[in-house]
């Protein structure tokens, strides 16, 4: 049984030490990576330039969709949505929500909060709806300071609304480093928490403890559940018993 406990610690704490040396890389690129050279803003609008049609008479134009498709696989895109003037989600890639839910509802609160609070002359139901699927595009922390929104009307030819496509782009060429990084370090941080609970089970049944409930309690809280298992465990008169010959 020692044999398996020592391979998966030593994985568990390798595994930790990937996740640090990403995590410092990370940091030590992020000024660079985070700078906006406008480079990826305009690759972006050169290319809803070319692919949205100039006019659709309505947002069920199969050529709309077409095209939201096409802009969704451009360089710098990352998600995009395909929105009716309702602010019904048409068409989503790789952004939050599902097709047929509304971006009133996924709006942060507090940005649709201040919304409401403005006067109804202030903004027309159009700029309403613009501005909180721009919110609800930008929604997750993580990603605030990496994407940018950007949104682009196509109107009917009678010049109303006929649909948005709001999207979100890649603030700098390279960007697109922290995705490695951050998946390699939530990989590392994976391996290494579940490493730990396994040796922790592994060990704790080798030694005849209640190994299921250990492990639970590493799981839940790591490096305490770590340090209470190994006072327990590790107490020099428990170890003398455990090792101390039977009587003849």
Known sequence: MRSKVTPLL???????????????????????????????RRAVEESAAQLLPATVESAADPRLRTAAVQLAQQPYVTRLWLVDPSGRI?????????????????????????????????????????????AAQQRDGDHNDVFKPFLREVSTPRGTDAAFVALCYLVNPESSGFTPLLLTAAAGLGIYWIGLVGWVFLDARAR???AALWALLVFFTNL??????????????????????LAP
């Open 10 to 40: 030593a994985a568990s704490v390798a595994a930790l030490l990937i996740t640090t040396l990403a995590l410092v890389a990370g940091s030590g690129k992020r000024d660079e990576w985070l700078k906006e050279t406008g480079q990826t």
């Open 90 to 134: 048409l068409l989503t890639r790789n952004s939050p929500g599902r097709e047929g839910d509304s971006v009133h509802d996924l709006a942060p609160d507090d940005f649709a909060a201040v919304l409401r609070g403005a006067p109804d002359a202030a903004l027309t139901t159009s700029q309403r709806t613009q501005l909180l699927a721009m």
């Open 208 to 210: 005849r403890e209640n």
């Open 224 to 245: 305490v559940g770590i340090l209470a298992y190994l006072l327990a465990t590790r107490r020099p008169e428990k170890d003398a018993v455990e090792t101390r010959p």
